[in-house]
């Protein structure tokens, strides 16, 4: 998989020039999954939710759901990937915003949303890669952030993380919100459709994932 996902990355991001070496990304790529390692390990200790869990398992619906779109194995690879650490940046928050509770106040809310540039700027090495977690919170009305894109402004593979981050958060257990059931979630994700999510995404993932052909279930 490693190696496929280095192709993905080398195609993508150098087009049709070479900028980054393959010995250049293999680094990169074991730097961060030692970093990774650490953030989990420190995460585990003050026992926070699992942001990077969270990554982890939104990685095969995300594949699919890319695939589905593009009918590229490697674009959905791509995209595949930037959902699993879609969330990194927040390894950067005071850790009592990410366990809190309660309601967070407007200072914390601004906190929290810088999320998406921190990992950006912890992805920076990767250009194209970066601006997929950047914007996996912008709206398809142009109400999300950090830039307000709205529409085809906002990158494809962003516009599908939304959704099956989205899902995830929605149907896997939290210490800080409700679970919904399945269809609780589905109605969440039509109801939001075009003004949070790409409508023509939402009926994609939707479809797929009620045939339960795909690896998951609606």
Same mark, same amino acid.
């Given at each position: ?6 192709e993905a990355?080398l195609?993508?991001?150098?087009g ?6 393959e010995?250049?990304?293999?680094c990169f790529l074991t730097?961060l ?12 200790k ?8 969270h990554?982890?398992?939104?990685f ?11 009918r590229?194995y ?5 995209i ?6 879609h &969330?990194i ?11 809190? =509770?309660?309601?967070?106040?407007k200072?914390?809310?601004?906190e ?9 700027q912890?992805l920076?090495?990767l ?5 997929? =977690?950047?914007?996996h ?12 894109l709205k529409?085809?402004?906002?990158p494809?593979?962003s516009?599908?993380?939304? =959704?099956t ?25 039509k109801?939001y459709?075009?003004i ?5 995404i =939402? &009926?994609?993932?939707?479809k797929i ?8 279930s609606?």
């Amino acid at each position: 998989m490693k190696t496929l996902l280095m192709e993905a990355i080398l195609k993508i991001e150098n087009g049709n020039s070479k900028f980054i070496t393959e010995h250049d990304l293999s680094c990169f790529l074991t730097n961060l999954e030692r970093k990774i390692e650490d953030i989990k390990e420190e995460l585990n200790k003050n026992e926070i939710y699992n942001f990077l869990e969270h990554g982890e398992r939104i990685f095969e619906p995300t594949l699919n759901l890319a695939f589905e779109i593009t009918r590229s194995y490697t674009e959905a690879l791509f995209i595949a990937y930037a959902a699993q650490l879609h &969330d990194i940046g927040k390894y950067r928050l005071p850790k009592q915003t990410l366990c809190k =509770v309660d309601e967070l106040t407007k200072e914390e809310i601004n906190e929290f949303r810088k999320h998406a540039e921190y990992g950006e700027q912890f992805l920076s090495f990767l250009p194209k890669f970066s601006k997929l =977690v950047r914007h996996h919170h912008e709206w398809y009305n142009g109400e999300g952030y950090p830039d307000k894109l709205k529409g085809d402004e906002i990158p494809l593979g962003s516009k599908i993380i939304a =959704v099956t981050e989205c899902w995830d958060a929605m149907t896997f257990p939290r210490p800080y919100c409700i679970t919904k059931t399945p269809e609780q979630a589905k109605k969440e994700l039509k109801k939001y459709a075009g003004i949070q999510f790409d409508p023509k995404i =939402v &009926d994609i993932f939707l479809k797929i994932g009620s045939t339960g052909n795909k690896g998951y279930s609606i």
